[in-house]
């Protein structure tokens, strides 16, 4: 079974400045999903940025990047330029090629610090 | 308004009570999804459903019932609630995915305590 470990349960950064939050995976497959869903305190499940295991280059979507490694099994989520609206808890997941279950991780809050 | 939406919001039931969480979603998606969120485990899958009439397990089963009559519905019930299932329940949707790429669109979640 595919496990996605997520090990900072908490981060902080200061306002403006840049945080990376880290995700591993396990899997036997080679092509798969990765995803960084964004909570915040209303709950919302909100889609951050996704990454397709078989493209090399990095996604990114604004302030938002991510560092896959596919060999590794990681994947980074870097947010540029912190707001206080990035304030939310963040969640590693993924998905299996032709399977549409999701996977997540345990999660990691966010904080901003004015 | 289109979207996805579950009922109710909040809830606060007892132990031994059946209660019936529902979701509604307006897109027509064929995959729908029920999870529950707990502390310290992220969210885990609970059933999911491919299409009306066709749904399957997930990581967390047991105490669960789900029936998809039609497309747009997915209720989750809980036949004899346990205090274990205190949780925050989460519905989601997908379409059916072109070109392997595909996005589970969620709803609000539903905060269950069961006393």
């Known amino acids: 079974a595919q496990t996605v470990t997520q090990s900072q349960p908490e981060m902080s950064v200061q306002e403006a400045e840049t945080v990376t939050l880290s995700c591993t995976y396990d899997?036997?497959?080679?092509?798969?999903?990765l995803f960084w869903y964004k909570q915040p305190p209303s709950r919302q499940m909100i889609l951050v940025i996704r990454?397709?295991?078989?493209?090399?280059q990095n996604a990114t979507e604004n302030r938002f990047s991510v560092n896959f490694q596919k060999a590794a099994k990681s994947f980074s989520l870097k947010i540029s330029d912190s707001q206080l609206g990035d304030a939310a808890m963040y969640f590693c997941?993924?998905?299996?090629?032709?399977?549409?279950?999701?996977?997540f991780g345990t999660g990691t809050r966010l904080t901003i610090i004015p | 308004d289109a979207g996805i939406t579950q009922s109710p919001r909040y809830k606060i039931t007892e132990t031994g009570r059946q209660v019936t969480l529902m979701c509604h979603q307006t897109?027509?998606?064929?995959?729908m999804f029920w999870y529950r969120q707990d502390l310290g485990h992220g969210l885990r899958l609970i059933y999911y459903?491919?299409?009306?009439?066709?749904?399957d397990k997930g990581e967390v089963p047991d105490g669960y019932v789900v029936s998809r009559s039609k497309t747009e519905n997915f209720p989750l019930t809980l036949e004899s609630a346990t205090r274990s299932q205190t949780s925050v329940y989460f519905c989601?949707?997908?379409?059916?995915?072109?070109?392997?790429?595909?996005?589970?669109?969620f709803g609000p979640g539903t905060r269950l305590t069961v006393l």
């Open positions: 459903s491919a299409a009306a009439d066709i749904t």
């Open positions: 990454q397709e295991a078989y493209k090399q």
């Open positions: 897109w027509s998606h064929s995959y």
């Open positions: 997941a993924y998905r299996r090629f032709g399977n549409e279950k999701l996977t």
């Open positions: 989601a949707s997908s379409p059916i995915p072109e070109g392997g790429n595909n996005e589970q669109f």
């Open positions: 899997t036997s497959e080679s092509d798969y999903y």
